[in-house]
């Protein structure tokens, strides 16, 4: 039997153990992370455990009557220990389904964590998810390169790098926090939209996870023309954001970060990941930005979503 017990402060430790232990959770999911924002939500999140011994947590919030799999995190299914396999995984669900329900849930909605991003076969929760008739109702595309056995740069993405190379652009790692702020705030107000991350919660987590989180830049006589915050998660490296300003564009200044990124700064990791090329629930590709990351040799990795009657 396993016994579910509310998130709280006096629980972080074992929350903790079970993220840096787990074989498919990253710092992401650690509670200096991920709780920065917990005003934001109605947080329902949970630790499962068995015989008094934490196996694993649900990152999730609530919405009228719907459980999420944290809306606050890019994915967030259950995190889990390596002993635990399919039939605990299939008693788990069971667990959950139950004290949701007891909260007035009728449905949850299951954020799955791309293979890639696990450090160890763990898709348990995939097949706990097929037995449980979830429904997927989303698939959003992302884009992955590994790193060791990526194909040849497209011509196009040699020939806007070699204009940068041309344009004296120089590498920067030492990229200003709010320079990079200041840069993707002005390109996102193109699109009516702004930064997810606000510049003093950037600069808390970057300050909580200084070897995670690193923004790296293209800059010419002092300006910044592009950049790119990367998450750093061991075996992959994740851009968060990229930005460049219209001098930055005309010069191929973010492909010339990307490029240092790929084959020099990350070139010993195993997989690059670029994220989503997709929009509205998956349903639209963004031709041009997905064709641009597969210029570099990135493939596709799914980020699925399911529901799940309770």
């Known amino acids: ?37 917990e005003a934001r939500f109605n947080d329902v999140s949970v630790l499962i455990y068995k015989k008094n011994r934490v196996v694993a947590i649900f990152p999730a919030n609530i919405i009228e009557a719907t459980i999420f799999s944290h809306s606050g995190l890019t994915y967030a299914g259950i995190i889990f ?30 954020k799955c964590i791309p293979s890639v991003f696990t450090r160890y076969p763990a898709e348990e929760d995939l097949y706990a998810l097929f037995r449980n008739n979830a429904k997927l109702f989303r698939r959003d595309v992302s884009s992955v390169i590994e790193i060791a056995r990526a194909p040849k740069l497209s011509d196009s993405r040699k020939c806007v790098i070699k204009k940068a190379e041309k344009n004296a652009v120089t590498f920067s790692s030492s990229v200003s926090t709010a320079d990079f702020h200041a840069l993707l705030s002005k390109v996102l107000e193109r699109f009516d939209s702004k930064p997810v991350h606000s510049l003093s919660e ?14 790296f830049g293209a800059v010419l006589e002092g300006q910044l023309l592009a950049a790119a915050m990367v998450f750093d998660f061991g075996h992959i490296v994740h851009t968060q954001y990229l930005a460049a300003s219209d001098v930055g564009r005309q010069v191929g200044a973010l492909d010339f970060v ?53």
């Open 258 to 310: 990307l490029n240092n990124l790929i084959s020099d700064v990350y070139v010993n990791r195993q997989y690059f990941s670029f994220g989503i090329s997709t929009e509205d629930g998956g349903q639209v590709l963004n031709e041009g930005l997905v064709s641009q990351k597969e210029g570099f040799g990135a493939r596709a990795v799914v980020h699925d979503f399911y529901r799940m009657e309770l």
């Open 202 to 215: 950037i600069e808390l987590l970057m300050s909580r996870f200084p070897e995670s989180i690193k923004v």
């Open 81 to 110: 220990l390596k002993d635990v396999g399919c039939k605990a995984m299939l008693d788990i669900f069971d667990a959950l389904k139950a004290h949701y329900k007891d909260l007035g849930a009728v449905d949850l909605v299951y």
């Open 1 to 37: 039997m396993y016994e579910l017990k509310r998130y709280d402060a006096s629980l972080s430790k074992d929350w903790d153990y079970v993220v840096e232990h787990s074989k498919n959770g990253n710092f992401i999911h650690l509670t200096q992370y991920f709780r920065y924002h």
